[in-house]
T-cell receptor, first 112, second 113 residues
């Protein structure tokens, strides 16, 4: 069964550094998403991406964040200058339409 | 009032019990309702989704939606230790449209052998 994959599984970085989190969505899906989950808290929507542009974003997704689909298979989330409060699990998801979303295993980001 | 309310638990039941998990929501624009299962430090796994009021059954799982009461439920029959996980209700269709999924905080379930 096709799955969303994410790399790396764990990323440790220093405050102020840039990080890029990578995702490979399910191949025939058209919509792509990033969510985050701070430890012990709920899963929160960050951004959705369709037709090579951002279609929706939350108030969390500020100028420090950007997304890109650099080729036909990868979908990336970049955080330009990480803060301590960016430490969280980041989940990528994809969907064939606007209904059900399928999540990847997540990347644990630790900002020191 | 939070958009989606879910009792965090933990909920502990003996193996074979029927489990009832619930969420309430305040945004009447929500149209699409989902249940995800999340194991510790893993991504949410889609269990079931429904688009309207009523019941939907899939094996041991039954999802129920009552839009008039803004209340959704997930029932697990013959619960197994492998069902031990956090169950997240989720919904779309509010002001964020259908692409932004709003999650509950999750209910942690433990099924004791």
């Amino acid at each position: 069964e096709p799955e969303v994959t994410q790399t790396p599984s764990h990323q440790v970085t220093q405050m102020g550094q840039e990080v890029i989190l990578r995702c490979v969505p399910i191949s025939n899906h058209l919509y792509f998403y990033w969510y985050r989950q701070i430890l012990g808290q709920k899963v929160e929507f960050l951004v959705s991406f369709y037709n090579n542009e951002i279609s929706e974003k939350s108030e969390i997704f500020d100028d420090q964040f950007s997304v890109e689909r650099p080729d036909g298979s990868n979908f990336t989330l970049k955080i330009r200058s990480t803060k301590l409060e960016d430490s969280a699990m980041y989940f990528c998801a994809s969907s064939p339409d606007t209904d059900t979303q399928y999540f990847g295993p997540g990347t644990r980001l630790t900002v020191l | 009032q939070k958009e989606v309310e879910q009792d965090p638990g933990p909920l502990s039941v003996p193996e074979g019990a029927i489990v009832s998990l619930n969420c309430t929501y305040s945004n009447s624009a929500f149209q699409y309702f989902m249940w995800y299962r999340q194991y510790s430090r893993k991504g949410p796994e889609l269990l079931m989704y429904t688009y309207s009021s009523g019941n939907k059954e899939d094996g041991r799982f039954t999802a129920q939606v009552d839009k008039s009461s803004k209340y959704i439920s997930l029932f697990i029959r013959d619960s197994q230790p492998s069902d031990s996980a956090t169950y997240l209700c989720a919904m779309t269709g509010g002001a964020g449209g259908y692409q932004k999924v709003t999650f509950g905080t999750g209910t942690k379930l433990q099924v004791i052998p």
